[in-house]
């Protein structure tokens, strides 16, 4: 994790003096090359009655018509301009032709008073972006907290409602740093944590979760929006369990390793092995700590054999 901040930090100086836009920093890779709209096509989902894995499961021919439909409309509202990708407030969102699954993505934008929009991660709404003043005319739906939450998480779910009102004035460019890893998504609005490790819901189907890939998309919802410097980077499975690990401070550990001090039950069952806990062959029976515990989070490591049924 040392590594990863040093390098949050490092290249988002580089790009402060004076890198030129939209050339990503060591690591990640851009997205819109500042030029044209290659590497992108274009899908609103709600229109269309589709999901990602709606629109998937299709034929390779019903696909594209599709997305031949919906990429005609977009073209007629998504414009590249000095380096900006401009939205005028309309048409199908732009979507990456590539998907994701865990990542870290900068992303800046540049709004207008009244406007809304948002970023879908894996297909799926979103982060959102609006306007938070009372002006906007959406406190009601908490606009006045600012952008950067999980808008369709349920309401008062984690993440629904960032930490922190971190927008800057319209007419200024805003900078969202957001690493999303499996369903747990945290957003950082101008430096400042506005969603700290939520689960993002899955919009298409809540009682699943959310997808494990899908693409990137910019929303446009009726006001124009000003993108740049979009940049990702997909995280390794080691960085993504040490995430999700989180840090270590208060926790004790109730296995040391080389034997079973502390446990009670069929331990004769168990030996340790290479500091592992491993149950003999044909043997089982369920082992606890001497220690009871009330409310607790516990962390381990476990390697199922074929055709294993343990808990």
Request: hydrophobic fraction near 35%; aromatic fraction near 10%; glycine fraction near 12%.
């Amino acid at each position: 994790m040392f590594a990863l901040a040093c390098l949050i930090a490092s290249s988002g100086l580089v790009i402060a003096h004076g890198q030129e836009n939209n050339q990503p920093p060591e690591g990640f890779t851009a997205i819109f090359n500042g030029k044209d709209l290659t590497g992108w096509h274009a899908i609103n989902f709600h229109s269309a009655k589709l999901d990602p894995e709606k629109l998937a499961a299709l034929t390779e021919e019903e696909r594209q018509k599709i997305l031949d439909e919906h990429w005609a409309d977009a073209v007629e509202h998504w414009t590249v301009e000095d380096g900006e990708l401009v939205n005028d407030g309309h048409g199908a969102y732009l979507t990456t032709k590539e998907d994701f699954g865990d990542i870290e993505l900068w992303i800046d934008y540049k709004t207008v008073p009244k406007a809304d929009s948002g970023i879908y991660l894996r297909g799926t709404p979103q982060v959102q972006i609006w306007d938070y003043t009372k002006e906007g005319g959406k406190w009601d739906r908490n606009a006045d907290k600012g952008s950067g939450g999980l808008f369709n998480n349920a309401k008062d779910a984690p993440g629904q409602t960032p930490l922190v009102l971190a927008d800057k004035p319209f007419g200024e460019w805003n900078r969202f740093r957001i690493v999303q890893v499996g369903a747990r998504t945290s957003v950082w609005l101008n430096g400042q944590k506005v969603v700290d490790n939520a689960i993002m819901a899955n919009y298409w189907d809540r009682k699943r979760p959310l997808l494990a890939t899908g693409p990137i998309q910019l929303q446009t919802h009726g006001g124009e929006i000003r993108w740049r410097n979009i940049f990702v980077r997909s995280i390794p499975s080691d960085e993504a369990n040490q995430i999700l690990r989180g840090e270590d401070s208060g926790f004790e550990s109730v296995f040391n390793g080389e034997n079973l001090d502390g446990w009670k039950g069929p331990t004769q069952n168990y030996e340790i092995k290479d500091g592992a806990l491993v149950c003999l062959p044909g043997k089982g029976g369920t082992i606890y700590t001497e220690k009871e515990y009330g409310d607790f989070v516990a962390r381990l490591e476990f390697k199922l054999p074929e055709g294993g049924n343990n808990g």
